[in-house]
Nanobody, 117 residues
Framework: QVQLGESGGGLVQAGGSLRLSCPAS????????MGWYRQAPGRQRELVAG???????IYADSVKGRFTIFRDNAKNTVYLQMNSLKPEDTAVYYC???????????WGQGTQVTVSS
């Protein structure tokens, strides 16, 4: 069993930055792929960024060049560095874990990110 907990969300002005963190419990963190998803009101949850257990990364086109996902296996933590934030990045962001970034088995509770114009 893996438990995930996000932190680092908040309110920021357009153009600003935030770093989300997701520490995970359990000894299998290093063999899991991790992903950051987001869901805005009235929209489907979407994969924003993912990282495999061998540090391969994928990004949604809308965040390429602005967001960076990385992991620290020694701390059982995955991060999402978000730069040049836009109002359309406003959403609840969820951390997820599973065999691949697109196939999560575990979810965090979510953290709100609000970008003001």
């Amino acid at each position: 069993q893996v438990q995930l907990g996000e932190s680092g969300g908040g309110l920021v002005q357009a153009g600003g930055s935030l770093r989300l963190s997701c520490p995970a419990s359990g000894s299998i963190f290093s063999i899991l792929a991790m992903g950051w998803y987001r869901q805005a009101p009235g929209r489907q949850r979407e994969l924003v960024a993912g990282i495999t257990r061998t540090d391969g990364t994928i990004y949604a086109d809308s965040v390429k060049g602005r967001f960076t996902i990385f992991r620290d296996n020694a701390k059982n933590t995955v991060y999402l560095q978000m730069n040049s934030l836009k109002p359309e990045d406003t959403a609840v962001y969820y951390c997820a874990a599973g065999p691949f970034p697109h196939t999560p088995n575990y979810w965090g509770q979510g953290t709100q990110v609000t970008v003001s114009s």
